[in-house]
Nanobody, 115 residues
Framework: QVQLVESGGGLAQPGGSLRLSCVAS????????WRWYRQAPGKQRELVAG???????HYADSAKGRFTIGRDNAKNTVSLQMNSLKSEDTGVYYC?????????WGQGTQVTVSS
């Protein structure tokens, strides 16, 4: 099993930046893909970015050019650097990993973009 802990959320102004981190423990060597999701108030959870064990990266259209996902294998950590933040980026951001068919979610971290 894998356990996840996210951090780095908070309040940012429009145009500002935040960096989220997700630290994994447990069977980290078996992780196939890491993903960041977000859930805005009243909306469904949506995929923001993902990175596979071989380094393939995917971004949602809303994140392209503004967000960067990165992975530090030595620290079992995945980050999400978010720049040029917009009010519509507000939501709870969740880290998610897949080990085979098993999906594990973190507890989420709140991101609020407001002036």
């Amino acid at each position: 099993q894998v356990q996840l802990v996210e951090s780095g959320g908070g309040l940012a102004q429009p145009g500002g930046s935040l960096r989220l981190s997700c630290v994994a423990s447990g069977r980290t060597s078996s992780i196939i893909v890491w993903r960041w999701y977000r859930q805005a108030p009243g909306k469904q959870r949506e995929l923001v970015a993902g990175i596979t064990s071989d380094g393939s990266i995917h971004y949602a259209d809303s994140a392209k050019g503004r967000f960067t996902i990165g992975r530090d294998n030595a620290k079992n950590t995945v980050s999400l650097q978010m720049n040029s933040l917009k009010s519509e980026d507000t939501g709870v951001y969740y880290c998610n990993v897949a080990v085979g068919l098993q999906i594990t979610w973190g507890q989420g971290t709140q991101v609020t973009v407001s002036s």
